[in-house]
């Protein structure tokens, strides 16, 4: 990168980016082949926005910037022995660091995960206090550390899926039956006048967000303050310990997660199978080896059922938020229950199938 060579006293050429003019502490370049307002740059405005842009080259000429380090002229021609040291344990501890992080996130917690899961589901009230044992037991690590990135998967699918059925409700609107309900729950805030602004969505959105934020509770009369934090910061490749949190929060959402939307059906199946008298059916036939995936699809049906009775005992006594939300927690089941038709069973038959095609 060329610098102007001209002295700064009376010069009226300026940066291209923070538009002010060259000192002798930080001076003009010109590192490519624009012209005119935009030949001059300061090195610190070029290579924030380098950093920022994430490119390599000048987008006006195209030309691929070049950056040629400059040492002090009171550097030693070799590095010294102390320098040598330094660097190197500083490399190692990185190295150490990063490793360690990597293994919590890749090794500790899928194994915490898929160990907590298979004592939640074959575990019982009187084993309890064996738990800590069963998490750091030493056999089986690798296939419980695949059993557990199988798990942490089918949470994110649910996760992304959630996502866009909240996209989908937002822009596309949901069943009718639910904005209905939405609809008798704004009128009954007092958010538009009468029922003919319901067709009118722009006023409804203008009041809504005005009731929201009138009502809304902030500490002590100030606005809360999100501190943002990088990636490399979360995950713990800063150096901080504030990644440790973070492990132990993504392992509790984790166990939740398996608890409400896999446990609690399969416990609902399960009970379903006892009270019909299934389960002795279920295990003597071909389907015993799908006793608990066949658990869980009947207690999906069970609390799908139990959630349209309260969603309609709701709007018997005109709970429109009550029924609203069970409306949600509605929608939320039918996506966990195609979950795992589609992770779990369909892969199960199409292996099944192709194994009585290849006989």
Not at 104 to 118: E, F, H, N, V
Not at 306 to 328: D, E, N, P
Request: charged content about 15%.
């Amino acid at each position: 990168m060329e610098h102007d060579g001209y002295d700064y006293d009376g010069e009226e050429d300026i940066c291209r980016m923070c538009r002010s003019e060259g000192k002798l502490e930080s001076p003009l370049y010109y590192p490519c082949v624009c012209r005119g307002t935009m030949k001059y740059v300061h090195q610190e405005c070029l290579q924030t926005w380098l950093k920022f842009s994430k490119n390599e080259f000048c987008e006006v000429c195209t030309h691929r910037f070049s950056f040629v380090p400059i040492y002090s002229s009171d550097m030693p021609p070799k590095s010294s022995l102390k320098y040598f040291f330094s660097t190197t344990k500083t490399l190692t501890f990185r190295a150490l660091k990063w490793f360690f992080v990597l293994y919590l996130w890749i090794g500790i917690l899928p194994l915490c995960i898929a160990r907590i899961s298979t004592f939640m589901f074959n575990g019982s009230l009187n084993t309890t206090l064996m738990l800590p044992m069963e998490v750091v037991k030493i056999g089986n690590i690798l296939t419980d550390i695949l059993i557990g990135w199988s798990i942490i998967l089918c949470v994110l699918f649910g996760f992304f899926s959630m996502v866009y059925l909240q996209v989908h409700i937002s822009t596309e609107g949901g069943p009718e039956w639910l904005e209905i309900v939405e609809h008798n729950f704004l009128y009954n805030m007092d958010l538009f006048e009468d029922t003919t602004d319901m067709s009118n969505e722009d006023t409804v959105d203008a009041n809504y967000n005005q009731y929201f934020n009138q009502n809304s509770v902030h500490s002590q009369g100030e606005d809360l303050e999100i501190e943002e934090r990088s990636w490399a910061e979360i995950l713990g490749f800063e150096g901080t310990s504030y990644f440790l949190r973070n492990v132990v929060w993504a392992l509790a959402l984790l166990i939740g997660v398996v608890f409400i939307f896999a446990l609690c059906p399969v416990i609902f199946g399960r009970y379903v199978f006892t009270i019909f008298q299934l389960k002795e059916v279920i295990s003597a036939s071909m389907l015993s080896p799908f006793e608990e995936i066949l658990s869980a699809l009947s207690g999906y049906v069970v609390l799908g059922f139990i959630l349209i009775i309260f969603y309609y005992v709701s709007l018997l006594f005109r709970f429109f938020f009550a029924s609203w939300c069970i409306g949600l927690c509605y929608l939320s089941l039918k996506v966990f229950h195609l979950i795992v038709l589609e992770a779990v069973l369909f892969p199960i038959f199409c292996g099944i199938w192709l194994d009585f095609c290849s006989l």
